[in-house]
Each structure stands twice: as structure tokens, then as C-alpha cells.
């Protein structure tokens, strides 16, 4: 039987991943076995400059905290995982989905976004979506294009006036 010293060490830490995923947008498990130490730290770096975090857990420990969250990741907690933590929505899945297609040891499993637990699909989904720069960018342009056209349409009203 586990003393109570581990016992609180055990629940500290399932209280650490639960505050994680409350204070998170994004949370993405996933598998990094096959990774290099070096490629690792380069996720991690990359990730940090999205303000996310990436932890190991044991599985047991993640399970107990998703439980408390009443939140299932059934068939997902085998083998070694990692989990990503993101105070922002976007980044850090774009960041992680584009790490994933140049190494292909990582595979990206499940995740919870915005409080809902989401499959690969949405995930994948949520990583084409443009940043907010190209989002605003592409807003600008739509705009400068309505009024582009409306300088053509007067132009060619005052050609038509100057005529008569």
C-alpha cells in the first residue's frame, strides 16, 4: 500500500492537470515515442512561444483528473503520452499539427477544446483555420474590395456624364 506521502504527491499532481485543463483553450494529447530529445526540445521551444506547455503524466494520474473533469479519453491513455496545454485556441494546435506532418513519430491522438473533448477530425480542422493576422488580413482585402469596386462604378458614371 502507497504511503500517504505519494498519496498527496499523487493528488497534487492530479489537481496540477486538472487546473491545466481548466485554464487551458486547447488540450491535445499526444504519442512523441520515436522523437529524438532534440526534436523534442524544438516542439517544446516552438510551443512556448504560443504560451503552451507540454507535460508527461502517467496515464493512471491523467485518467483520475479527466474523471474529476467528467471527461472520457477512453482508448486513448495506452502507451507513452504527452499532453499539450494552450492558453491560446489556434496556435498551439496549428503549431503542433505542422510539427506532426514533418515528424511522423508524432501522432496527435485526441484533445479538448474550449471545455468539449474533440477528435482528430476537429482538431485537423481547427489547425487549417487561418491565424488572426490572416483572418484580418482577409477580412481588409474583402473590404478594400467593395470599395474598389464602387471607385470603378463612380468612375465610369462620371466618364458616362462627362460624354453627354
Known sequence: MASKKVL??????VSNIV???KGSESV??????????SELSELRKKLRETEA???????????RALDELNLSFE???EGPNAIL??????????????FAKNHEKLEIRIGIISGSVADLATINE?????????????????MMEHV???????NLYAEGKEEN
Open 28 to 37: 491535445i494529447l499526444f504519442q512523441y515515442q520515436g522523437l529524438t530529445v
Open 53 to 63: 506547455t507540454v507535460k508527461v503524466y502517467k496515464n493512471t494520474l491523467l485518467k
Open 148 to 154: 474598389r469596386n464602387l471607385s470603378i462604378a463612380l
Open 19 to 21: 487546473d491545466g485543463i
Open 75 to 77: 482508448g486513448f491513455l
Open 8 to 13: 498527496e504527491l499523487k493528488k497534487e499532481v
Open 126 to 142: 481547427y489547425a487549417t483555420i487561418p491565424s488572426r493576422e490572416g483572418l484580418l488580413t482577409m477580412l481588409a482585402a474583402g
Open 85 to 98: 496545454f494552450g492558453k491560446n485556441l489556434l496556435e498551439p494546435i496549428k503549431v503542433l499539427a505542422d
